[in-house]
């Protein structure tokens, strides 16, 4: 295995790694969305709600805000308080808000931190207010993981994709420039009396190229020996810790499996 870390573009992370399964790439990528445990608004009790905005409908779009910190937090199922919630397995945060004018936008930034706990983005919408109406609310949030709920899902986008191969037959191909043009990623263009290739892993395999080719000179296939990991955190951690993390857990569960292994009994 071979692994080629190609770094952060506009809070992208890309990984090439080559010559493994792309199952493993996969499981990877599997885990860091629905096993990393991160925090995320549980249970929403609002005092006040004067706006033209359902308290459930503030509460759902209050648990969608990506949330950060909680390092000490621990997961409910594993609290002294079995789940209903105690300041070890739980972090509030409060929200007061009046508004001083119409189309007044409450951002996630007017949550108030009340434990370790904190909105990863200040600017949020959650609510539109007219002038003198009034939310007062207090939510709590927990640990979780994407298996539970999607709104603990800790990357906004998470992909694998095969390393491409793009095939140009420089004795067909008469530089008409069609295949430039057409391709939506732009990984195409001339140099001279050659056709070269100028971003290969931006490639999404689309094949507009080869089928927009008069002459056939242009083909594309991949190889799934190679492959590109690609993630998006929504800010609660780090991109390269994600991939960390998710390391950690395909570790213990084979601890877990070659533990159970040798307990087997001998064969008599
Ligand atoms: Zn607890």
Redesign the pocket.
């Known amino acids: 295995m071979d692994v080629e870390i190609l770094g952060t573009t506009e809070g992208q992370l890309r990984v090439i790694i080559r010559n493994v399964e792309p199952a493993f790439v996969n499981a990877i990528r599997r885990i860091v969305m629905a096993e990393i445990p991160i925090p995320a608004i549980e249970k929403v009790y609002i005092a006040e709600n004067t706006g033209v905005l359902y308290d459930e409908i503030i509460a759902h779009r209050l648990g969608l805000v990506p949330l950060k910190g909680g390092e000490a937090l ?1 997961h ?1 199922s594993e ?12 972090s509030i945060l409060t929200l007061e808000v009046e508004a001083t004018e119409d189309h007044f936008l409450v951002y996630s930034g007017r949550l108030k931190a009340e434990g370790s706990v904190f909105p990863c983005n200040n600017e949020i919408p959650i609510v539109e207010l007219n002038q003198g109406q009034r939310l007062t609310l207090e939510a709590h949030a927990r640990l979780g993981t994407a298996k539970e709920h999607a709104k603990w899902q800790p990357v906004s986008v998470a992909t694998v994709k095969y390393e491409p191969i793009v095939k140009i037959d420089m004795k067909s191909c008469d530089l008409c420039g069609l295949c430039v043009e057409e391709c939506p990623k732009k990984i195409l263009a001339a140099n001279g009396k050659n056709l070269i290739v100028t971003s290969l892993w931006d490639c999404t395999l689309c094949k507009v190229c080869e089928s927009i080719c008069p002459k056939g000179a242009v083909n594309i296939s991949y190889n799934a020996n190679n492959s590109m990991l690609m993630l998006e955190s929504t800010g609660s951690m780090p991109n390269e810790e994600l991939v960390l993390a998710a390391c950690d857990i395909v570790s213990n569960k084979c601890s877990m499996l070659r533990n159970a292994l040798k307990e087997l009994p001998e064969a008599p």
């Open positions: 621990i409910p609290c002294d308080c079995d789940g209903k919630g105690c300041s070890k397995c739980e």
